[in-house]
C-alpha cells in the first residue's frame, strides 16, 4: 500500500493549510468559546469550504460530489485539526453523509445528501445512549409502527453538533431487544419535529454537543434511512469512516501541539541558554516526533483500506484510532511540560489541545476498546 499523497492530494493539503490558517486561526476558536455562541461553528464559513468542495470529496459527482475519497478528504481534516476548527465534517459529512451516501434513497440524498455538500444543511446523528459505552447495539430508543408511519421514543445522548443541526439520524430498536444486532433502524427526524427536545453541552475542549429526548415524535415511513431492522452494519461502517477522518484531526492536532512546543525551546531561555539545547528535551522531543509519524502511517493506511475496501479495513481503523488516541494526549501533555507546565493557563493555545485530545481520545471508542476490537478481528 502506497502510502504517500499524491500530487492531486500535496495540493489539497496545502490548499487546505492555508485557507484555514488564514480563515481560521485558533483565535477564532477561543473567540467562539468566549462569545457564548450556541450553533459551534461558523456557518458562513462551512459555506465556503462547501464552495471550495471539502464537503463533497468523498461523494459522488451526480449529488454535487468531487467523487474522490477518504484519502483526499483526510488531508482536509488535518488542517482542521491543526488550528481546532470545529466545523461539522465529523457529524455532518462523514457521519450522517456517508450513511445517506450508503442506505438513503434517491429523494433522501436529494433533499439531505446535496444540502450536505452545498453546506447549506447539516445533519447529526444520535446513536449513543446511557450505558451503550462504545456498542452500536445498544439502542433503547424504540420506533414503533403508527399506521404507514412510527413513532420515536427514547433518549440519546453525546449527539456531536446535535443542538443546532438542522436534522438529526437517529437509531432506534424496531424489533428485538438492546444489544440485539438485528432490528436497529435508521430514521431522519427535522430539528422541529414536535415532541424531539434538544439540551446543549459544552464538552471539555469547548466543543458543543446535545442529549435528545424523544417522545411520540411521529416521522413517515420515507424518514427510514435503508430497510427496517438493517441499520446497524451501515451504521459500523458510517462510523469507522467517522474514526478515520477523527484520526486525521488528531493528527493535525498533537502535530500543531508539537510543533508549538519545539517553537519555545528554540525560545525560552533558562540558564542562559535556549532550553532546546537540553539533551534530555530533545530525546522527549524526537520520541514525541515518532509517534507523530507512526500515527500518519497509520491514519493513511487506514483512509486507503476504506476507499479500497480493503478486508482487512476494520483491523486498520482500529489500529489507527487506538494509535491515535494514546499519541494525542501523550504528546500534549508533554508539550505542555516544554511550556513548564504554564502551557495549561488559559491564554496559551496549547492547552486547547490537550483539552481536545482528551474528548477526542473517547470520541468513537478509546485506545483499550480499538485494541481489544483489533485482537478480537486478529481471532486473538
Known amino acids: 500500500m502506497n502510502l504517500a499523497l499524491t500530487e492531486e492530494q500535496q495540493l489539497i493539503a496545502e490548499t487546505a493549510a492555508d485557507f484555514l490558517n488564514e480563515k481560521s486561526p485558533v483565535s477564532r476558536f477561543r473567540e467562539l468559546r468566549d462569545s457564548g455562541d450556541t450553533t459551534g461553528y461558523s456557518k458562513t464559513l462551512w459555506k465556503e469550504m462547501a464552495d471550495l468542495g471539502w464537503t463533497g470529496i468523498p461523494f459522488p459527482e451526480k449529488n454535487g460530489g468531487a467523487d474522490m475519497g477518504m484519502a483526499e478528504l483526510i488531508t482536509v481534516l488535518e488542517a482542521a485539526g491543526a488550528v481546532l476548527a470545529p466545523e461539522p465534517f465529523i457529524s455532518s459529512v462523514l457521519l450522517a453523509g456517508q450513511l445517506l451516501h450508503r442506505a438513503g434513497s434517491e429523494d433522501q440524498k436529494k433533499q439531505h445528501l446535496d444540502a450536505i455538500i452545498d453546506g447549506s444543511a447539516c445533519l447529526a446523528v444520535a446513536i449513543q445512549e446511557e450505558g451503550s459505552r462504545y456498542d452500536l447495539a445498544k439502542v433503547a430508543v424504540r420506533a414503533e409502527r403508527d399506521g404507514d408511519g412510527y413513532r420515536l421514543s427514547g433518549k440519546k445522548i453525546?449527539?456531536?453538533?446535535?443542538?443546532?443541526?438542522?436534522?438529526l439520524i437517529v437509531s432506534a430498536r424496531t424489533s428485538g431487544a438492546d444489544g440485539d444486532a438485528d432490528g436497529i433502524s435508521l430514521f431522519i427526524v427535522p430539528g422541529d419535529a414536535a415532541g424531539l427536545t434538544r439540551t446543549s453541552q459544552h464538552r471539555v475542549d469547548h466543543r458543543l454537543a446535545a442529549i435528545v429526548e424523544l417522545k411520540d415524535v411521529a416521522v413517515d415511513a420515507s424518514a427510514?434511512?435503508?430497510?427496517?431492522?438493517?441499520?446497524?452494519?451501515?451504521?459500523?461502517?458510517?462510523?469507522?469512516?467517522a474514526t478515520v477522518g477523527l484520526c486525521a484531526e488528531m493528527l493535525g492536532g498533537m502535530n500543531q501541539a508539537f510543533q508549538s512546543a519545539v517553537d519555545h525551546m528554540k525560545e525560552r531561555e533558562q540558564f542562559d541558554v535556549k532550553i532546546g539545547s537540553f539533551q534530555g528535551l530533545q530525546h522527549r522531543a524526537v520520541r514525541l516526533f515518532m509517534e507523530i509519524e507512526m500515527c500518519r502511517s497509520s491514519v493513511m493506511a487506514a483512509a486507503r483500506a476504506l476507499d479500497e475496501d480493503a478486508d482487512d479495513k476494520v483491523q486498520l481503523v482500529s489500529l489507527a484510532k487506538a494509535r491515535c488516541s494514546d499519541a494525542y494526549v501523550h504528546v500534549a501533555n508533554e508539550s505542555i511540560q516544554f511550556f513548564g507546565g504554564v502551557g495549561v493557563t488559559d491564554e496559551y493555545d496549547v492547552g486547547f489541545y490537550l483539552k481536545r485530545a482528551r474528548v477526542a481520545e473517547l470520541?468513537?471508542?478509546?485506545?483499550?476498546?480499538?485494541r481489544d476490537r483489533w485482537a478480537s478481528l486478529r481471532g486473538y
Open 158 to 167: 453525546q449527539v456531536i453538533d446535535g443542538a443546532a443541526a438542522d436534522s
Open 224 to 241: 427510514r434511512v435503508g430497510e427496517e431492522g438493517a441499520g446497524l452494519e451501515v451504521l459500523r461502517d458510517a462510523v469507522d469512516h
Open 363 to 370: 470520541t468513537f471508542g478509546d485506545g483499550n476498546f480499538h
